[in-house]
């Protein structure tokens, strides 16, 4: 670039829409702060701008104090979700957020494992207050943590896209199994869906969940280890009737091994 990097400033600074565009790839961090300067500078300018996965983390932070160029809800999701952002420049900008905004910083590739999370807490203090037709979008679409959370409300539909969500996770549902508080719309979902009911570690939450229905759990009977038979025989979370079951099955698998 043979162009003086002062020139170059006056340019960003002063220039019309069209100098905007050709600016917005200079490797410079004064032309690039410049730029916000300059009232020629639009929203779709900006976004352009921010898409840049290279840019300075001062220039970001720049933006984030910028009030005008931050009024702008895309501008603020954007922002929120560029790998270079300061973390509390990131966590600020998480509060302010839409859902939707929330669940794109959640899966963004760049963005630190700790913003993800706080991101999808934001997502999960709120899905209760969402219409029905969004949490099923969320359910299909969001992270796993995320559409367990929707997944354990016990709406039909939301747990139907759930358990279809390709980044759900066997170990997402186990620790649905775990809690203390579930319908039994959802074990009875998770129990009977042709793909996950074939998972080992479900089959064993799901054998010593009270709510599994008992023709589904003595159905996982047979494929569970002796051992880990042995192991829940005892866990009395289980109802009297399927204890007996699982103690009985030990017990034969026991005399098999030994006869």
């Known amino acids: 670039m043979t162009e003086k990097l002062e020139e170059r400033i006056e340019r960003a600074e002063r220039g019309g829409a069209e100098e905007v565009a050709l600016l917005m790839h200079d490797p410079a961090l004064g032309v690039l702060e410049a730029l916000l300067r300059n009232p020629a500078l639009g929203e779709a300018h900006l976004l352009t701008l921010l898409a840049r996965k290279n840019l300075p983390a001062e220039l970001l932070e ?152 008992l023709a589904l759990a003595l159905a996982f009977l047979p494929d569970l280890k002796p051992d880990d038979l042995m192991v829940i025989a005892s866990d009395h979370r289980m109802t009297p009737t399927m204890r007996e079951y699982v103690q009985a099955e030990a017990e034969r698998r026991l005399r098999r091994s030994t006869g």
């Open 62 to 213: 720049s933006v984030a104090k910028n009030g005008e160029l931050m009024r702008s809800q895309r501008v603020k999701a954007a922002v929120a979700r560029h790998p270079k952002t300061q973390r509390l420049v990131a966590m600020k900008l998480l509060r302010h957020l839409f859902l939707f905004d929330l669940v794109a910083v959640s899966l963004e590739p760049g963005v630190s494992a700790e913003i993800k999370r706080m991101a999808e807490e934001q997502i999960i203090a709120r899905v209760e207050q969402v219409p029905l037709g969004e949490r099923i979008t969320l359910a299909r679409r969001a992270p796993a943590r995320v559409a367990a959370a929707l997944a354990a409300l016990g709406d039909e539909p939301v747990l139907a896209a759930a358990l279809e969500n390709p980044k759900m996770t066997e170990g997402a549902l186990v620790r649905i199994l775990r809690q203390e508080e579930l319908s039994e719309t959802v074990v009875e979902g998770i129990a009977r869906h042709p793909k996950w009911s074939l998972r080992y570690d479900l089959r064993l939450q799901l054998v010593r969940h009270p709510l599994t229905p």
